[in-house]
């Protein structure tokens, strides 16, 4: 028995050596392709890196021409269809865009409905699949997230930006599947959905879509012009070309050039909007408590999070008066262990407050014991130009009889 039990324990402190070289190397990678690292390595493996960037290109426009060749085929869901995306990795804001759509198609009396692939949301074992397969049992239904009126999973299984939707939207489904095209036919046969809206789903080609809103960051609008790997987009700026709408988000209100030469570079003709996240108030780990954003100011903080652009965030605490006295950074989507959470309650003893966003505070256990006070960040969208311009987009397109 002692030697079993020295077994497990170094099989155990193999996984958690594993599981933190894993994570440097992610946060590693992902500074390279921000341009955040500027050390040797990060030197060479960029410049290991740019092949593979044009190799990518290829891939995608291949992809892209396939699609417009209609060599592969968009189905049409028979309702109307949304999309809502980005060329870059991440951190454009998409969720807050998500919520505000869903929440405008209810004001026009119209039954919404998300879908989302769960970005890193908890499915099927290897082993569940290879079972599944052996014994050719049905294929699994799509994650419903939420039914409109009460929220069926938690983040581990919905993803995170699926049930922060299902945690602020009343009366508007959220469904989760890798195969949208599946979540989509469920949204409609099961709550008679007329409009979806797609999260994240400017490269998803199997869903022909009635409208595309591209999302651009206007604090760092294309990275450093690469494909992945080397950079953040996802495409080339000419495929703004499928864009119905450029919105840049996270604006300060100055007009930038540059930017715009960019966007009508790669879409010359459609409009323009633009939008800030707006804070709007602390919310506290339970829900229970509300706290306006000058109550931070003059008190000492700690900050934490796991999102792609953490500057911002951090950014937004110091602008608020407040004095930061720890800050620690996580990768994007990332879930927090016990031994990290102590630790951070830890280094939070002498703060008045430990905050962090809303999209990590739903990977936290609403109970779990901090001896500081937590809070979230609630934030919504605030237009600053062009509001109108979507409004107009969506009346015209869904006063249309025919959908795709």
């Given amino acids: 028995m002692r030697f079993l039990r020295k077994i497990r324990y170094f099989l155990k402190k193999q996984h958690k050596h594993l599981h933190r070289s894993g994570d440097r190397l992610a946060q590693f990678v992902a500074d390279v392709l921000y341009d955040r690292r500027r050390t040797r390595g990060a030197r060479i493996f960029a410049a290991f890196l740019v092949p593979l960037s044009f190799l990518f290109f290829g891939i995608v426009q291949l992809r892209q021409w396939l699609y417009?060749?209609?060599?592969?085929?968009?189905?049409?869901?028979?309702?109307?269809?949304i999309v809502v995306g980005n060329i870059t990795m991440g951190g454009t804001g998409k969720t807050p865009v998500a919520e505000y759509l869903a929440r405008l198609l209810l004001s026009m009396g119209r039954r919404p409905a998300i879908i989302s692939r769960g970005y890193k949301s908890k499915g099927e074992?290897?082993?569940?699949?290879?079972?599944?397969?052996?014994?050719?049992?049905?294929?699994?239904?799509?994650?419903?997230?939420?039914?409109?009126?009460?929220?069926?999973?938690d983040s581990e299984h919905a993803g995170d930006e699926p049930y922060m939707l299902a945690k602020n939207l009343q009366g508007v489904p959220v469904i989760v599947d890798k195969d949208r095209v599946k979540a989509g036919r469920c949204a409609i046969k099961r709550f008679q959905a007329d409009v979806l809206i797609l999260d994240d789903g400017y490269q998803y080609f199997r869903i022909a879509s009635t409208l595309r809103i591209v999302l651009v960051d206007c604090s760092n609008p294309f990275g450093n012009y690469?494909?992945?790997?080397?950079?953040?987009?996802?495409?080339?700026?000419?495929?703004?070309?499928?864009?119905?709408?450029?919105?840049?988000?996270?604006?300060?209100?100055?007009?930038?050039?540059l930017l715009e030469q960019n966007l009508r570079y790669g879409n010359p003709t459609a409009p323009i909007a633009e939008c800030r996240h707006q804070s709007c108030y602390f919310v506290s780990q339970n829900g229970a408590m509300i706290l306006p954003l000058d109550a931070i100011s003059g008190k000492k903080v700690a900050l934490f999070c796991g999102i792609?652009?953490?500057?911002?965030?951090?950014?937004l605490i110091v602008r608020l008066g407040a004095k930061v006295i720890y800050k620690k950074?996580?990768?994007?989507?990332?879930?927090?262990?016990?031994?990290?959470?102590?630790?951070?309650?830890?280094?939070?003893?002498?703060?008045?407050y430990l905050i962090t966003t809303e999209k990590d505070v739903v990977r936290i256990p609403k109970n779990y014991p901090f001896h500081t006070p937590l809070y979230y960040v609630r934030v919504d969208i605030r237009f600053l130009r062009n509001e109108c311009a979507l409004r107009n987009l969506l009346e015209n397109a869904l006063s249309c009889a025919a959908v795709p």
């Fill in 68 to 81: 417009r060749k209609r060599l592969l085929r968009a189905q049409a869901l028979g309702c109307h269809v």
């Fill in 125 to 153: 074992s290897f082993y569940q699949k290879f079972w599944r397969w052996m014994t050719h049992a049905p294929e699994r239904p799509p994650k419903i997230v939420s039914d409109g009126r009460q929220i069926l999973m």
């Fill in 226 to 257: 690469y494909l992945l790997p080397r950079g953040i987009l996802r495409e080339p700026l000419c495929n703004l070309n499928r864009a119905s709408l450029l919105l840049l988000t996270k604006s300060e209100g100055a007009v930038d050039p």
């Fill in 308 to 315: 792609a652009s953490p500057a911002g965030f951090e950014q």
């Fill in 329 to 352: 950074r996580y990768l994007d989507h990332h879930r927090f262990s016990g031994a990290e959470l102590s630790s951070i309650d830890e280094h939070a003893l002498n703060a008045d």
